[in-house]
């Protein structure tokens, strides 16, 4: 097969397969395409609570910059940028993707200045209800807030239905993702802090 038509296919596979560019915290092995944008609010529900808000969108293919706004109790608010480049994308039950970034690239947010690397695996999901759905497993390595070996889960239970759930070495994240309609996304977490909830606008042009 013609080289440009492989990666041509595998770029439209990707595409309609993968999901999030991050689970809740943690950075997965896909970045955003380019005509991506997702915006996404997350607020903890005890008081006083963190909110947190992140606007990404690709500047160019398998380059992604996210925009961050957080508001920490005791710190204030702040804003930064993180970066993330995918070296490939995933290719469900096929390839892994495999990306490399750096979080808080300003030194200003409660993250702190933090290089990463994660891999992600894709399987598709077999069912009557499922379209495009796949299980994600991501497993990182990075330094700062990561503080070494990190793992996330993506796992489909029902049409607009996902369990979602991380472990960054230092605490548990684990809820449920509901899209009531495309493009947005509802969210229920819980954490040794205190629950979060959040919603996530997602566009592709």
């Known amino acids: 097969m013609n080289p440009r038509v492989l990666a ?5 596979a990707t595409v309609t397969t993968a999901h999030a560019d991050r689970v809740v915290f943690l950075p997965t092995g896909y970045t955003l395409q380019p005509g991506e944008i997702r915006v996404e609010f997350l607020r903890e529900t005890r008081t006083p609570a963190q909110t947190l808000v992140y606007v990404q969108a690709a500047v160019m293919p398998f380059l992604e910059v996210q925009g961050v706004w957080e508001d920490l109790p005791g710190s204030g608010a702040a804003a930064s940028l993180n970066v993330q480049y995918s070296i490939t994308q995933p290719f469900p039950d096929v390839l892994p993707g495999v990306s ?4 808080d690239l300003l030194g200003e947010t409660g993250a702190g200045f933090s290089l990463f690397t ?6 598709g999901i077999f069912s009557n209800w499922a379209t495009t759905e796949s299980a994600n497993i991501t497993i990182g390595y990075g330094t700062g807030r990561f503080r070494g070996a990190f793992v996330a889960l993506e796992l489909p239970m029902f049409q607009g239905v996902t ?3 991380e472990h960054d070495s230092r605490e548990l994240i684990a809820g449920l ?8 996304a509802l969210r229920v977490l819980v954490r040794e802090r205190g629950p979060l909830i959040g919603v996530q606008f997602r566009r592709k042009f």
């Open 8 to 12: 041509a296919c595998l770029l439209v």
């Open 100 to 103: 490399v970034g750096v979080l």
């Open 118 to 123: 994660a891999i992600t695996w894709q399987t």
């Open 163 to 165: 369990f979602i759930g």
């Open 177 to 184: 993702e509901f899209e009531p309609v495309n493009g947005i």
